[in-house]
């Protein structure tokens, strides 16, 4: 018997970003998260990066595992290196990582401490200017 499931990754990015959105320790030190972020937007801002979903089967049921991916970007002095960013990154880390997340559609729900961060990657900007890092986070969803 083959098992078919749908994706949960459109829920999933939703529920991160209302868990955001609804935080003052997000909101109070950075813009979006965007998806995409707009043109010129004004630093310090988020955006969603290249998430990926695959199954992941919990009780024969199509359940869901994320590698979820969101950017930072920050644009201070050489001297101030990647302090803002990683701190911002520290900040959703808190936010996402504290509660289940509320997912509003489909046919999955996240598990009990379903989201665990998993690594920060700095990347050089061409411009010199701009502090980008990438953090990742595994989130799990139950199919239900």
Not at 19 to 28: D, G, M
Not at 36 to 63: I, K, T
Not at 101 to 129: S, W, Y
Request: hydrophobic letters at 40%.
């Amino acid at each position: 018997m083959t098992i078919i499931g749908h994706s949960s990754l459109l829920a999933t990015q939703e529920a991160v970003y209302a868990a955001l959105k609804a935080s003052t320790a997000f909101t109070s030190i950075c813009a979006g998260p965007f998806d995409p972020a707009p043109l010129n937007q004004a630093f310090p801002y988020a955006a969603f990066g290249e998430h990926m979903e695959s199954n992941w089967y919990q009780f024969q049921r199509p359940s869901k595992q994320i590698e979820f991916v969101i950017d930072v970007y920050t644009q201070k002095t050489l001297l101030d290196g990647y302090q803002d960013a990683l701190g911002i990154i520290d900040a959703i880390t808190s936010i996402i990582e504290a509660k289940t997340l509320t997912l509003t559609g489909g046919t999955f729900a996240n598990a009990e401490n379903g989201v665990m961060f998993v690594q920060v990657t700095k990347i050089k900007e061409p411009d010199g200017l701009t502090r980008h890092v990438e953090g990742r986070w595994k989130i799990w969803n139950n199919a239900i």
